[in-house]
């Protein structure tokens, strides 16, 4: 039978039957919690509060089993039946007001943590948790109060400081943040936030050179932190070097294959590359920086013998903006392409066919401008011509150095287009949200016809006779398709799925009828 000890945990006179199955149940708990396995851990813990009813770690952490889960009801009535058991344990209190915190609900964790605070004031997680709900109420000068106040209190307490500099970052005031985990750093060495919040929140100081130089230690020291390795990724990005760059982001997947968005970011350092050098094989640039692995996922055959990667190659986008190059990008294809990451007036792209884009990359016609995210942007005031450079604010390169960078680039990227026009091997495709008029479709098809046999297809957005994928013919060498197109590239997420439908009809058209091989 069992029977209390003297602090409320289950005594070893129980048979040894029991105890084979109470240690099976914990150990199953264990490795399911390990791999994430939340349903198996909380049938685990539930069999635990049937067989050692007290026993507070069956509650505590099959209630935080649940909330992983979601089912936060239930999540509840387990904790809450922790807190009448053991009511001088303030553990089932800390997760109970946590399980309020995943759930979003911030007042009600705030009702919960200051209920913690009340039972057990000599505990730090009372105030740093408080803390955490204040500031996502948007609370930050409540936070700051409160937080200050811990850490005189709580002076040996990582945790306090910590989330009283994830207030700063908050705010966003990072010259205040990065004063707040530099005394992370020096009082608590071993946290991992103090290096690699410290790194984040120099990055966006604008202090680039010392957040590389923290975050290389960062990787180091917590090489399970694997937001320690995106930051130390994305810095090298913004300090424009992309050959490290490459590499970092390399390693990052090589750690942690299921972290979202890595493809992109690879392949936008690989682009980056290929202009910055005018070089066109990303092959030759995986091997220069050591890269053994493949650099780019296969794509599956989608279209006779080509890939979608393949398919979308053969595309080169005359604007209006830059949507069709992200569709290029999520599908790892890097094309180096004058109109891929710009925007101009119709008016503008037919007269710059009709001249060759004479003027366009020329020093007199440049300026720089600042676009969202602090992003340098080249304007060139002969064809109102806009485009992404890529560089950032941060990384802090002086006017005249980035115009003539880019005047550089965009005058590699005319050479090259009137090269694809007078080759006419490509499928030139234009897009905008308002639908493009036949007559507009055909003027610009016969500046492309200037230079050769070009196809073009126009990208109209669907309406009640054409669905999305639909193409027809308009006349020899082309055609109109339909796309679900985005009316804000900074909206919701491109449908890639509505792009590649409509671009492998059309290559299927284009090639049935002998336009490209």
């Known amino acids: 039978m069992r029977r209390k000890t003297p602090e409320g945990m289950v005594a070893t006179a129980a048979p040894s039957d029991e105890q084979s199955t109470i240690q099976r149940l914990v150990d199953e708990a264990h490795e399911a919690v390990s791999r994430c396995d939340w349903t198996t851990a909380a049938r685990a813990y539930a069999a635990l509060r049937v067989e050692c009813p007290n026993d507070p770690a069956g509650y505590i952490r099959g209630g935080a089993a649940l909330v992983e ?11 809450n039946e922790a807190i009448g058991r053991f009511p001088d344990d303030p553990h089932p209190s800390i997760e109970y007001a946590w399980a309020a915190m995943r759930r979003n609900d911030f007042s009600e ?7 913690v605070r009340q039972k057990f004031p000599d505990h730090p997680a009372g105030y740093y948790g408080a803390g955490s709900a204040l500031r996502d109420l948007g609370c930050l000068d409540e936070a700051d109060v409160l937080l200050l106040d811990a850490t005189e209190k709580f002076p040996n307490d990582p945790w306090v400081a910590i989330h009283r500099a994830w207030v700063a970052m908050r705010r966003p005031d990072w010259a205040e943040a990065v004063l707040r985990l530099e005394a992370v750093r020096r009082r608590f060495p071993d946290e991992a936030s103090g290096y690699v919040d410290g ?4 990055f966006e100081a604008g202090r680039l050179d010392e957040a590389d130089s923290l975050l290389a230690i960062a990787v180091e020291k917590f090489p399970e932190q694997e937001s320690a390795f995106f930051h130390y990724a994305r810095t090298a990005a913004a300090r424009n070097s992309w050959r490290e760059a490459l590499v970092r982001w390399r390693k990052l997947q090589d750690l942690f294959p299921n972290r979202p968005g890595l493809d992109v970011a690879i392949n936008q350092a690989v682009y980056e ?20 692995a493949p650099l780019l996922k296969p794509s599956s055959v989608t279209s006779g013998d080509k890939s979608e990667h393949e398919i979308l ?3 080169e ?19 180096l392409d004058l109109f891929r990451w710009a925007t101009l007036p119709f008016e503008k792209l037919v007269l710059g066919l009709a001249s ?4 366009l990359g020329d020093l007199k016609n440049a300026s720089m401008s600042l676009g969202p995210e602090n992003e340098l942007l080249y304007w060139d005031s002969a064809y109102s011509y806009a485009l992404h450079s890529h560089i950032y604010k941060a990384s802090g390169p002086k006017e005249e150095t980035f115009i003539k960078k880019m005047c550089n680039r965009v005058q590699f990227l005319k050479r090259k287009i009137v090269e694809d026009l007078q080759s006419s091997e490509r499928i030139f495709l234009y897009k905008r949200f308002s639908r493009i008029p036949d007559e507009e479709a055909i003027a610009l098809m016969l500046e492309l016809e200037r230079y050769g046999p070009n196809k073009l297809v126009c990208v109209r957005p669907p ?13 020899e060498r082309l055609l109109i398709t339909y796309v679900n197109i985005m009316k804000d590239l900074y909206g919701p997420d491109i449908d890639v799925a509505s792009w590649l439908t409509a671009c492998k009809a059309v290559h299927f058209e284009a090639t049935r009828r002998g336009w490209i091989s």
């Not at 309406?463 to 006349?475: K, M, N, P, Q």
């Open 69 to 79: 889960l979601g089912q936060f009801d239930t999540a509840d009535l387990v904790l």
């Open 109 to 115: 964790a705030l009702h919960r943590w200051s209920n």
């Open 199 to 202: 790194g984040w929140a120099l």
């Open 273 to 292: 590359i290929q202009i910055d050098e005018e070089k066109n094989d990303a092959a030759a640039i995986a091997a220069a920086v050591g890269l053994q």
């Open 313 to 315: 190659k053969d595309f």
């Open 317 to 335: 986008s005359l604007g209006d903006n830059c949507e069709f190059g992200l569709v290029q990008r999520r599908s790892a294809c890097e094309t």
């Open 356 to 359: 060759g884009f004479d003027g």
């Open 463 to 475: 309406d009640e006779e054409h669905s999305a994928g639909t193409v027809h013919v308009l006349r």
